[in-house]
Nanobody, 128 residues
């Protein structure tokens, strides 16, 4: 059981990036997948989650307008489309899976403790 995050890199303010979170050992459409980020010197921050069994998508208010989460079952991958990037988006981005259905049972998506499987992170740097 593994998650692989990719797609990070260097972007200029206003540009877009699409992050990918590819799963192995389990099927992403069955489980909730979340995206978090951690900037240098700051705590981890929840961005967005896609619920198990396509029951919904959830966003932090701070990224709701600019970010979009989606799932490609054929590729067993969840994406985070990030538009109009800002320097404040610079961070390491992590994806995580809830293989225990905690989010399904209690509807809480923003807490890292709800997820039991984490990818290794991908660096996003936004700078002019």
């Amino acid at each position: 059981v593994q998650l692989q995050a990719s797609g990070g890199g260097l972007a200029r303010p206003g540009e877009s990036l699409r992050l990918s979170c590819t799963a192995s050992g389990f099927t992403v459409k069955v489980y909730a997948i979340g995206w978090f980020r951690q900037a240098p010197g700051k705590e981890g921050y929840w961005l967005s989650s896609i619920a198990a069994r396509s029951l919904g998508e959830y966003y932090s208010n701070s990224v709701r307008v600019r970010f979009s989460i989606s799932r490609d079952s054929a590729k067993n991958t969840v994406y985070l489309q990030m538009n109009n990037l800002e320097p404040g988006d610079t961070a390491i981005y992590f994806c995580a899976a809830d293989l225990s259905f905690l989010t399904y049972s209690n509807g809480i998506y923003y807490q890292p403790g709800q997820y039991d499987t984490w990818g290794q992170g991908t660096q996003v740097t936004v700078s002019s």
